[in-house]
């Protein structure tokens, strides 16, 4: 067991920041993600062997090989291809790596795990072809793959763009993209959005990328259906209204073999949820978030955590939240005096402050509407790994689930395993509905495995005799 | 002021669920009280095997009648707990195993339990998924298991069919003895009951505390692993000779693996933490029975909480110097035997004379005056019959 005095989870700017910070400061500071090469969702790294043509590559891509030199340069600890596991004690790690498990352990603990994807379902939405949003983003980036030879783009925020213009560049074609928000909010989140210059560059060089394609673009549109059973072969999107409900306006049909949808990010908490750190419905941050101070730290004693997997904020907010987790996590183990974490935090916290007002105007944009979760039909699949339909949520409502793991006993909904990743909200939206609020409603309780392991990588070769049997129960 | 219950229970698990549904239906007033949602506690996050080969020796008589309950929950609770019976198999790897299997099948069978020793062979025809290395095993066929995240929702709709006033979500914060019977404290005020049934699982020991009567309760840290559906990998509930194993398939393709490995939490916290080199041993003692699960996927790892008396045997019956007060609780193997032993104190409250003896708590209660030879209390522990009431 290799013994650090910081453990990083999360390689993305939020965690390789604070690992940097920390390690900057004099800590030996261990970084885990289970990508080959850190990055993150958003710096993600082609695999080895796949080469990306120099004229696509943007400012993403530069800042990524930056944080990737910038680790490869510090005495952080690199642990690529390592998928945690399991988190116990105070606080030992283990993540399941080419050579088995192996365990870390260590007084601090940084979670930056990242955000996962909100989806609201609908008829067809597990039809193959049918992707999210943010998935496709990893499938153009680390594969350099189109999702289909012809994809409808749909859904909410700034993704929709940077997607179908990625699509258009790497050569496939986008039949629409499908927006949930209304010209009128994109004006709207204009003025917040002019204080990053560079992002407002960045999107409007897809939006002219895209009019040069003549993609069609619906605004205050949703997908209502995929249909093809086999494979997606048309989308049905009709028109809504600023919360997401259908108004009856005529629906149109759009022959597409892909389709990327996403309704925006929720906080990945569940290394805080899993430690049983104290938690806060926090909307404007995407969901159930972590209680934390403005370091990161947590109501539990040693966990930090940061980026998307405290509140989904994007890259920029990631970076500072993790750098000024860094340097809290050297200043309370004693090794950064505290003039010097002052200063160095005083100037991440003015500019992290900056970068929330962008933040803030792109989560408006990306926010939950529960007006669609309400418009879900009977008989369409909310858990896709228990084929949980909704019939059956609301069955377990009326004979009288109260609180959201009430609820998974009673319908299976979330243990199968993505443990709630992919239903959780849905299924926690529906519950509101019924008990007041996603207060009442609660949260998954946090289990491990973090991430499904097959046991074979798990438990690798063994003898019986090396098994620790204890003593027999009593007869 | 309102008229009080017949009867108020403290905790919703298995024996305060059943206990309160036997009394409703005979017709007693019943208020059953949960701190949290029915059956969430070990009741709802067990492994849900109903086995005799797991099971005590003194329980065997309670769990054959209890797995009989089991097997017709939907005749007599009205409700499906996904209960499927099949054969069971207790296997031996080394030659330890093998005379541990020999002596504690031999002693379970002298119980009543339909056990049989039989080849590696024999067990592999019986379950052909079966690894390789096996000596001996013992085969029951009254075996099987239930889905214990069921239990919650069909005793939630059969308490209410039979009339019990159940109140979720409502902690108990002591009982009071007063004229007439027993005021429950809870947040919106006492709630007056003249019989009173303590069922609080590992909690039993500060709701005694309630009542001035010292009862130390062991707290296990019971960890479980699930995989993720696959195809058929078993058909039958294997363990192993020193009971650390329970394993099978549910027909929804999920493996479930237990066998009381322990891991860390207390009363106050809960099951909050496994212990990996736990997991990862009971996962490898279920990959050596059963090798095609290692190519399935880890989906959920859980703790959850089970109460031990002194002796690990039950604490059912009246509670000593305390009229119309009883406890229900610490069942080794307390799902499978549960239902059974939660009826027969019902049985007792309702004035019948239960079908089987109950196990009344004086034998474990530290009175200078009860008890001048406490050696002899805690020699009573494996075999020997408990007393009639
Ligand atoms: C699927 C997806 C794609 C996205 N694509 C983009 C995009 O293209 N552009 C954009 O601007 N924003 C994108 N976003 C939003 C983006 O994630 C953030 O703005 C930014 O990357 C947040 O940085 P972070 O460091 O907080 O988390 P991330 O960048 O998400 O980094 C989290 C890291 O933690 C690792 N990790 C998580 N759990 C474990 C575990 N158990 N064991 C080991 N490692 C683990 C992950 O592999 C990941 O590398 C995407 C979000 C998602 C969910
Ligand atoms: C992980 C695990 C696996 C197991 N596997 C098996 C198995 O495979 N087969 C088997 O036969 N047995 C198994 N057992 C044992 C079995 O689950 C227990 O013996 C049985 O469920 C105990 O039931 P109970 O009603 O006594 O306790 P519990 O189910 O714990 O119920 C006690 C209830 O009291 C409530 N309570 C506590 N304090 C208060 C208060 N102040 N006010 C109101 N309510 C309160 C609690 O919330 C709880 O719901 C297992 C146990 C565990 C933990």
Same mark, same amino acid.
């Given at each position: 067991?290799?013994?650090?005095?910081?453990?990083?989870?999360?390689?993305?700017?939020?965690?390789?920041?604070?690992?940097?910070?920390?390690?900057?400061?004099?800590?030996?500071?261990?970084?885990?993600?289970?990508? !080959?090469?850190?990055?993150?969702?958003?710096?993600?790294?082609?695999?080895?062997?796949?080469?990306?043509?120099?004229?696509?590559?943007?400012?993403?891509?530069?800042?990524?090989?930056?944080?990737?030199?910038?680790?490869?340069?510090?005495?952080?600890?690199?642990?690529?291809? !390592?998928?945690?596991?399991?988190?116990?004690?105070?606080?030992? /790690?283990?993540?399941?790596?080419?050579?088995?498990?192996?365990?870390?352990?260590?007084?601090?603990?940084?979670?930056?795990?990242?955000?996962?994807?909100?989806? &609201?379902? %609908?008829?067809?939405?597990?039809?193959?072809?049918?992707?999210?949003?943010?998935?496709?983003?990893?499938?153009?980036?680390?594969?350099?793959?189109?999702?289909?030879?012809?994809?409808? &783009?749909?859904?909410?925020?700034?993704?929709?763009?940077?997607?179908?213009?990625?699509?258009?560049?790497?050569?496939?074609?986008?039949?629409?993209?499908?927006?949930?928000?209304?010209?009128?909010?994109?004006?709207?989140?204009?003025?917040?959005?002019?204080?990053?210059?560079?992002? $407002?560059?960045?999107?409007?060089?897809?939006?002219?990328?895209?009019?040069?394609?003549?993609?069609?673009?619906?605004?205050?549109?949703?997908?209502?259906?995929?249909?093809?059973?086999?494979?997606?072969?048309? &989308?049905?999107?009709? #028109?809504?209204?600023?919360?997401?409900? #259908?108004?009856?306006?005529?629906?149109?049909? %759009?022959?597409?073999?892909?389709?990327?949808?996403?309704?925006?990010? /929720?906080?990945?908490?569940?290394?805080?949820?899993?430690?049983?750190?104290?938690?806060?419905?926090?909307?404007?941050?995407?969901?159930?978030?972590?209680?934390?101070?403005?370091?990161?730290?947590?109501?539990?004693?040693?966990?930090?955590? &940061?980026?998307?997997?405290?509140?989904?904020?994007? !890259?920029?907010?990631?970076?500072?939240?993790?750098?000024?987790?860094?340097?809290?996590?050297?200043?309370?183990?004693?090794? $950064?005096?505290?003039?010097?974490?002052?200063?160095?935090?005083?100037?991440?916290?003015?500019?992290?402050?900056?970068?929330?007002? %962008?933040?803030?105007?792109?989560?408006?944009?990306?926010?939950?509407?529960?007006?669609?979760?309400?418009?879900?039909?009977?008989?369409?699949?909310?858990?896709?790994?228990?084929?949980?339909?909704?019939?059956?949520?609301?069955?377990?409502?009326?004979?009288?689930?109260?609180?959201?793991?009430?609820?998974?006993?009673?319908?299976?909904?979330?243990?199968? #395993?993505?443990?709630?990743?992919?239903?959780?909200?849905?299924?926690?939206?529906?519950?509101?509905?019924?008990?007041?609020?996603?207060?009442?409603?609660?949260?998954?309780?946090?289990?491990?495995?973090?991430?499904? /392991?097959?046991?074979?990588?798990?438990?690798?070769? %063994?003898?019986?005799?090396?098994?620790?049997?204890?003593?027999?129960?009593?007869? | 002021?309102?008229?009080?219950?017949?009867?108020?229970?403290?905790?919703?698990?298995?024996?305060?669920?059943? =206990?309160?549904?036997?009394?409703?239906?005979?017709?007693?007033?019943?208020?059953?009280?949960?701190?949290?949602?029915?059956?969430?506690?070990?009741?709802?996050?067990?492994?849900?095997?109903?086995?005799?080969?797991?099971?005590?020796?003194?329980?065997?008589?309670?769990?054959?009648?209890?797995?009989?309950?089991?097997?017709?929950?939907?005749?007599?609770?009205?409700?499906?707990?996904?209960?499927?019976?099949? *054969?069971?198999?207790?296997?031996?790897?080394?030659?330890?195993?093998?005379?541990?299997?020999?002596?504690?099948?031999?002693?379970?069978?002298?119980?009543?339990?339909?056990?049989?020793?039989?080849?590696?062979?024999?067990?592999?025809?019986?379950?052909?998924?079966?690894?390789?290395?096996?000596?001996?095993?013992?085969?029951?066929?009254?075996?099987?298991?239930?889905?214990?995240?069921?239990?919650?929702?069909?005793?939630?709709?059969?308490?209410?069919?039979?009339?019990?006033?159940?109140?979720?979500?409502?902690?108990?914060?002591?009982?009071?003895?007063?004229?007439?019977?027993?005021?429950?404290?809870?947040?919106?005020?006492?709630?007056?009951?003249?019989?009173?049934?303590?069922?609080?699982? =590992?909690?039993?020991?500060?709701?005694?505390?309630?009542?001035?009567?010292?009862?130390?309760?062991?707290?296990?840290?019971?960890?479980?692993?699930?995989?993720?559906?696959?195809?058929?990998?078993?058909?039958?509930?294997?363990?192993?000779?020193?009971?650390?194993?329970?394993?099978?398939?549910?027909?929804?393709?999920?493996?479930?693996?237990?066998?009381?490995?322990?891991?860390?939490?207390?009363?106050?916290?809960?099951? =909050?933490?496994? =212990?990996?080199?736990?997991?990862?041993?009971?996962?490898?003692?279920?990959?050596?029975?059963?090798?095609?699960?290692?190519?399935?996927?880890?989906?959920?790892?859980?703790?959850?909480?089970?109460?031990?008396?002194? *002796?690990?045997?039950?604490?059912?019956?009246?509670?000593?110097?305390?009229?119309?007060?009883?406890?229900?609780?610490?069942?080794?193997?307390?799902?499978?035997?549960?239902?059974?032993?939660?009826?027969?104190?019902?049985?007792?409250?309702?004035?019948?004379?239960?079908?089987?003896?109950?196990?009344?708590?004086?034998?474990?209660?530290?009175?200078?005056?009860?008890?001048?030879?406490?050696?002899?209390?805690?020699?009573?522990?494996?075999?020997?019959?408990?007393?009639?009431?």
């Amino acid at each position: 067991m290799m013994q650090a005095d910081l453990i990083v989870i999360g390689a993305g700017p939020a965690g390789a920041a604070a690992a940097l910070a920390a390690s900057e400061a004099g800590l030996l500071v261990v970084l885990l993600d289970e990508d !080959a090469s850190p990055g993150g969702q958003v710096y993600r790294a082609p695999p080895a062997g796949l080469s990306v043509a120099p004229d696509t590559r943007g400012a993403d891509e530069r800042a990524g090989d930056a944080l990737r030199e910038a680790v490869a340069a510090s005495a952080v600890v690199w642990k690529g291809g !390592a998928r945690v596991w399991s988190i116990s004690g105070a606080f030992r /790690v283990d993540a399941v790596t080419a050579a088995g498990s192996e365990s870390f352990t260590a007084p601090r603990l940084v979670a930056a795990t990242g955000a996962h994807e909100r989806l &609201v379902p %609908f008829p067809g939405w597990t039809t193959p072809g049918v992707i999210g949003l943010a998935a496709a983003t990893i499938l153009l980036k680390s594969q350099g793959m189109v999702p289909g030879r012809r994809t409808v &783009v749909a859904g909410c925020g700034p993704l929709l763009a940077a997607v179908a213009a990625k699509i258009v560049a790497g050569g496939g074609a986008v039949a629409a993209i499908i927006d949930l928000s209304g010209p009128g909010d994109w004006l709207k989140a204009l003025p917040a959005m002019a204080s990053r210059p560079d992002l $407002l560059r960045q999107g409007l060089g897809w939006a002219l990328k895209l009019g040069a394609a003549c993609v069609p673009v619906l605004f205050r549109h949703t997908v209502t259906a995929v249909s093809g059973g086999e494979a997606c072969e048309a &989308v049905t999107v009709a #028109p809504v209204d600023a919360e997401g409900r #259908p108004t009856g306006g005529r629906s149109r049909v %759009f022959a597409a073999d892909a389709l990327a949808i996403g309704h925006g990010l /929720v906080p990945g908490s569940e290394i805080p949820k899993l430690l049983r750190a104290e938690h806060r419905f926090e909307p404007e941050a995407g969901g159930w978030a972590p209680v934390r101070d403005a370091f990161g730290r947590c109501s539990v004693a040693g966990l930090y955590t &940061v980026g998307d997997g405290a509140a989904v904020a994007g !890259a920029e907010p990631a970076r500072l939240s993790g750098r000024l987790a860094g340097l809290a996590a050297a200043q309370d183990a004693g090794r $950064l005096p505290a003039h010097v974490s002052a200063r160095e935090a005083g100037e991440a916290r003015a500019a992290l402050d900056k970068a929330l007002v %962008f933040a803030g105007a792109i989560n408006r944009l990306m926010r939950a509407r529960p007006a669609m979760v309400e418009e879900i039909a009977k008989d369409t699949v909310i858990c896709r790994c228990e084929d949980v339909r909704r019939g059956e949520i609301e069955a377990a409502i009326s004979a009288g689930a109260r609180e959201i793991n009430q609820l998974k006993h009673f319908t299976r909904c979330g243990m199968g #395993p993505c443990q709630g990743r992919m239903c959780g909200e849905t299924a926690a939206t529906l519950l509101a509905r019924h008990v007041g609020s996603r207060e009442a409603a609660g949260y998954w309780t946090g289990r491990p495995p973090l991430r499904p /392991v097959p046991l074979a990588d798990l438990l690798g070769e %063994f003898d019986y005799g090396d098994i620790p049997v204890p003593n027999p129960a009593p007869l | 002021m309102s008229t009080p219950f017949d009867l108020a229970i403290v905790g919703g698990g298995i024996h305060g669920a059943t =206990v309160a549904l036997f009394c409703a239906r005979a017709g007693m007033r019943t208020v059953l009280f949960e701190r949290g949602s029915l059956c969430r506690e070990a009741s709802g996050v067990n492994a849900g095997t109903l086995t005799m080969q797991m099971t005590r020796v003194a329980l065997i008589p309670y769990a054959l009648q209890a797995h009989a309950m089991w097997a017709s929950a939907r005749e007599w609770l009205g409700h499906d707990a996904g209960v499927v019976v099949c *054969d069971g198999l207790s296997l031996a790897f080394t030659q330890r195993e093998v005379e541990l299997l020999s002596f504690r099948a031999g002693k379970r069978r002298e119980a009543g339990a339909p056990i049989d020793l039989v080849t590696a062979t024999a067990a592999r025809a019986v379950e052909p998924g079966l690894g390789e290395g096996v000596l001996l095993a013992a085969h029951c066929k009254v075996d099987g298991y239930a889905n214990a995240y069921l239990t919650g929702q069909a005793y939630h709709a059969a308490l209410i069919e039979a009339g019990v006033d159940l109140r979720e979500e409502t902690p108990v914060s002591g009982v009071e003895r007063e004229e007439g019977g027993f005021a429950v404290q809870t947040a919106a005020g006492p709630v007056r009951a003249k019989r009173l049934v303590l069922a609080g699982g =590992v909690w039993l020991e500060e709701m005694m505390a309630w009542l001035g009567i010292t009862l130390p309760i062991k707290v296990l840290v019971n960890q479980l692993a699930v995989t993720e559906r696959v195809a058929p990998v078993m058909r039958t509930v294997v363990g192993i000779a020193s009971g650390l194993l329970s394993l099978k398939q549910y027909p929804h393709g999920t493996v479930v693996i237990g066998g009381g490995w322990q891991g860390r939490g207390d009363r106050q916290r809960g099951g =909050v933490e496994l =212990v990996p080199e736990s997991l990862i041993g009971n996962m490898r003692l279920a990959c050596h029975a059963i090798p095609a699960l290692r190519h399935a996927r880890l989906a959920r790892a859980w703790a959850g909480l089970e109460a031990e008396t002194a *002796d690990a045997l039950p604490a059912a019956g009246p509670i000593p110097g305390i009229p119309d007060a009883y406890i229900c609780g610490s069942v080794h193997s307390g799902y499978t035997s549960g239902p059974y032993i939660a009826r027969l104190l019902a049985q007792r409250i309702l004035g019948q004379e239960p079908a089987d003896p109950l196990f009344p708590i004086d034998r474990l209660l530290a009175s200078p005056a009860a008890s001048p030879t406490p050696s002899a209390a805690a020699g009573r522990a494996t075999d020997e019959q408990p007393q009639h009431v």
